[in-house]
Nanobody, 127 residues
Framework: QVQLVESGGGLVQAGGSLRLSCQAS????????MGWFRQAPGKKREFVAA????????YYGDSVKGRFTISRDNAKNTVYLQMNSLKPEDTAVYSC????????????????????WGQGTQVTVSS
């Protein structure tokens, strides 16, 4: 059974940092694109970041470019999201995803292309 389990969310002040982790199990994800989406109350789900291979090409949503960094450790079946310079508008539930297909543009990464989802972890940024 495939599972993606996120951790690392919490409450942080504006300007602070958090690192999210996503532990994948049930299969090897080295051939998958791994990524993150987020959804704030009353808003549509938004693409945050994705990485095709460990150390390979990474893609980011416009609102997080330059502040967030995605990385992965295939040996540990884990993907990370380092979030710096957090803003109140970053407040959302962050979900880890995996896809057996990938594209070479951030616009490729839509929710319907993701095969697997985690349950999400809450990130709250106070002003």
């Amino acid at each position: 059974q495939v599972q993606l389990v996120e951790s690392g969310g919490g409450l942080v002040q504006a300007g602070g940092s958090l690192r999210l982790s996503c532990q994948a199990s049930g299969r090897t994800f080295s051939n998958y694109a791994m990524g993150w989406f987020r959804q704030a109350p009353g808003k549509k789900r938004e693409f945050v970041a994705a990485q095709v291979w460990s150390g390979g090409s990474s893609y980011y949503g416009d609102s997080v470019k330059g502040r967030f960094t995605i990385s992965r450790d295939n040996a540990k079946n884990t993907v990370y999201l380092q979030m710096n310079s957090l803003k109140p508008e970053d407040t959302a539930v962050y979900s880890c995803t995996a896809s057996d297909s990938w594209g070479y543009s951030s616009t490729y990464y839509s929710p319907h292309r993701m095969n697997y989802w985690g349950q999400g972890t809450q990130v709250t940024v106070s002003s």
